[in-house]
Each structure stands twice: as C-alpha cells, then as structure tokens.
C-alpha cells in the first residue's frame, strides 16, 4: 500500500494567491482528516469527511479555507486568498470509520511569502 | 475541555535509558488514546494505542500507562536508541478514531 499520498510536497506562493492542497487515502479507507501543524499550536484538526461527507469543519481558521472530497480517493484543501500566517505544514489522514488509528501522509509545507 | 497537555516539551536521556512522556486530559468522554512519533520532514506514524479500559499496554520497547481516575497517561520507552530521537504527540478521541486532539509534543533525544 503507498500510504497517504499528499501533492505538493512544498508549496511557495505570494500573498493573496490562491493555493489547493491535495491528498489521496488509502484505498477503502472512508474517513479522511484535514491537519495543520505550527510551532505555536502544534497540531490542529482543521476538518473531516466520512464517506465523502463534511462531518466537522469547526477547525477551519477562515471563510479562505475550504476543503472537497469529491470521490472516495480524493480530496483538497483551499487556501483563496492566502497569507503569510498561512504558513505552515498541511496534513492529510485517513482511517476506517470503524477502526482505530489514522494514518498520517507526508504533509504539504507551505510558505505564503 | 478538549485539550491533551503533555509534558515535558523536551528530554534528553541517554541511550539504554526509559524516557517517560506524560499526557492529561479532561474530556471523560475520551475513549482511545494514541501515541504517534514524527521524525523531521515526516508526518506523524501511529505507534502505540490504548483505550481506557486497561491501565497498561505494551508493543515491544514501548509501553502506555493509563491511569482512568487521574485522566492521566504516559509512554515509556525501555532500552531507548538513538533512533528513537523523534517528537511524540499523544492524543485523545472519542467516537473511535475519530476527530483526535493532539498534545503539543515531546521532542526526545537519545545520547549515543
């Protein structure tokens, strides 16, 4: 099995940019995570799905975030209009439903300059 | 409620030595307990896990010891390597893996 499989590995743009983040499960898990990992607040849950669908977007920071799972292997983050508290390294996860423990991609590290 | 302090920040100890790492939390309806390693430039793995039924687990060097009354839990490494320098981050969920709540980290080094 690959794993969690995160693209871009690095991501600099300029403030103001839109930036999509992308990340593809492992094959027949159906909850997917979305993390955000800074020096300040460590590592924060920005949102899930379940079966494809939104169950908690409480962590998302602002209305410039927003995140798709169209289809079972696929899903984005949105960054639009990003800025340069933005920066940090993005996660992508996915687990069973039923079972215990998420398996973590490689992550995004994004740079808003 | 939903927070998972963990201390310390950091440890050092020498090689063949136990660090312990020590987590605590408040949300009673936490029911799983995860301990993940990170290396530099990797995402965190799932090493160890635990649910508030039992008070200890182990996985070869690696042990958890829960403690449901003082909603407290800790990760002891035995005959610790080197290679075990990394930063562990224990969490905390309900509802299954589910929406974990992650401590702010240990960053451990192992003297040769």
């Known amino acids: 099995d690959a794993g969690v499989i995160q693209s871009p590995r690095h991501e600099v743009t300029e403030m103001g940019q839109e930036v999509t983040l992308r990340c593809k499960p492992i094959s027949g898990h159906n909850s997917l995570f979305w993390y955000r990992q800074t020096m300040m607040r460590g590592l924060e849950l920005l949102i899930y799905?379940?079966?494809?669908?939104?169950?908690?977007d409480s962590g998302m920071p602002e209305d410039r975030f927003s995140a798709k799972m169209p289809n079972a292997s696929f899903s984005t983050l949105k960054i639009q209009p990003s800025e340069p508290r933005d920066s940090a390294v993005y996660f992508c996860?996915?687990?069973?439903?039923?079972?215990?423990?998420?398996?973590f991609g490689q992550g995004t590290r994004l740079t808003v300059v | 409620q939903q927070q998972v302090k963990q201390s310390p920040q950091s440890l050092i100890v020498q090689k063949g030595g136990i660090p312990i790492i020590n987590c605590a939390y408040e949300n009673t309806a936490f029911d799983y307990f995860p301990w993940y390693q990170q290396f530099p430039g990797k995402g965190p793995a799932l090493l160890i896990a635990?649910?508030?039924?039992?008070s200890e687990k182990k996985e070869g060097r690696f042990t958890i010891s829960f403690n449901k009354s003082a909603k407290q839990f800790s990760l002891h490494i035995m005959d610790s390597q080197p290679g075990d320098s990394a930063t562990y981050f224990c969490?905390?969920?309900?509802?299954?893996?589910?929406?974990?709540?992650f401590g702010q980290g240990t960053r451990l080094t192992i003297n040769p």
């Open positions: 799905f379940n079966n494809n669908v939104p169950i908690d």
């Open positions: 969490a905390a969920s309900h509802q299954g893996a589910q929406k974990l709540v």
């Open positions: 996860a996915s687990s069973l439903v039923s079972a215990t423990g998420a398996f």
């Open positions: 635990i649910r508030p039924d039992v």
